[in-house]
């Protein structure tokens, strides 16, 4: 045993420079698919469109957001563009479809009183986790020295009702 040699293997995701070269690997694609990182958020890609309907010409902006391993699309024909997509980042196909969850936040189809149809995003299931590991690091680390209020203070008494106003003259 003693003139045997072990060799140690390096995973490529072990690299400093991975998060990197795979940003830019992303912005590659995204510029192929015609869609500009957005200067405020690198994981966001926009491409304005005009929605080719036979009743209007909408127009809107195509948005992609990638982030690491999790890709959420808006865009009037996501199909086709996944698909050219898929050519550079391969995508799961059982991963494909309507969105139910994207980065924690769970995602629901609505029906707005003008007939439109428009996507909800709910942040209840993160934050719910979030504080479940709030609480369990804090028991871990600190024994009972800190604890997570069950009844937290608010800065607005219960009976508050908030509304929407116009800001426009």
């Not at 940003?23 to 929605?51: G, I, N, Q, T």
Request: charged share 25%; with cysteine.
């Amino acid at each position: 045993m003693a003139d045997k040699r072990a060799k140690t293997v390096c995973a490529l995701c072990g690299f400093k420079s991975v998060g990197t070269s795979f940003c830019a690997h992303s912005v590659d694609c995204m510029r192929y698919l015609e869609h500009e990182p957005y200067p405020v958020d690198p994981d966001l890609f926009l491409k304005p469109v005009v929605r080719i309907r036979p009743d209007n010409g909408d127009k809107y902006y195509s948005c992609i957001l990638c982030h690491v391993d999790g890709i959420l699309m808006i865009h009037h024909d996501s199909m086709s563009m996944l698909e050219k997509l898929d050519k550079h980042f391969k995508l799961k196909n059982d991963s494909i479809g309507d969105p139910d969850l994207y980065l924690g936040a769970k995602f629901r189809k609505i029906v707005l009183q003008n007939e439109f149809e428009a996507w909800i995003m709910s942040l209840f299931k993160y934050v719910k986790e979030s504080i479940k590991n709030c609480k369990s690091y804090l028991t871990d680390h600190f024994d009972s020295k800190y604890c997570c209020q069950t009844k937290p203070i608010t800065p607005l008494p219960m009976t508050t009702s908030l509304r929407l106003v116009s800001l426009s003259p």
